[in-house]
């Protein structure tokens, strides 16, 4: 198993929500295509997101809008 040198924070639905300003339905629906960070199981019926993804999904749809608009 690979030793992680960084802190990870997992981030449950609804902060995925607020943060990607996407519905539920559009998150599940992103990540069954691959255009959306996949949940990380951490039980039976409980998934979270790893924060730092998410973060740098909105980062890279903030970089695709500023090289539309720069073109």
């Known amino acids: 198993m690979a030793t992680l ?3 990870i924070r997992f ?19 992103l990540c069954a295509s691959g255009h959306f960070p996949q949940s990380v ?7 979270a997101w ?10 890279a749809q903030v970089a695709a809008r500023n090289e539309q608009e720069a073109a």
């Open 5 to 7: 040198t960084t802190n």
């Open 11 to 29: 981030i449950r639905l609804p902060e995925v929500i607020r943060t990607s300003g996407l519905s539920r339905s559009q998150i599940y629906r």
């Open 41 to 47: 199981k951490l039980g039976e019926a409980t998934a």
């Open 50 to 59: 790893v924060e730092a993804e998410i973060q740098q999904w909105c980062a």
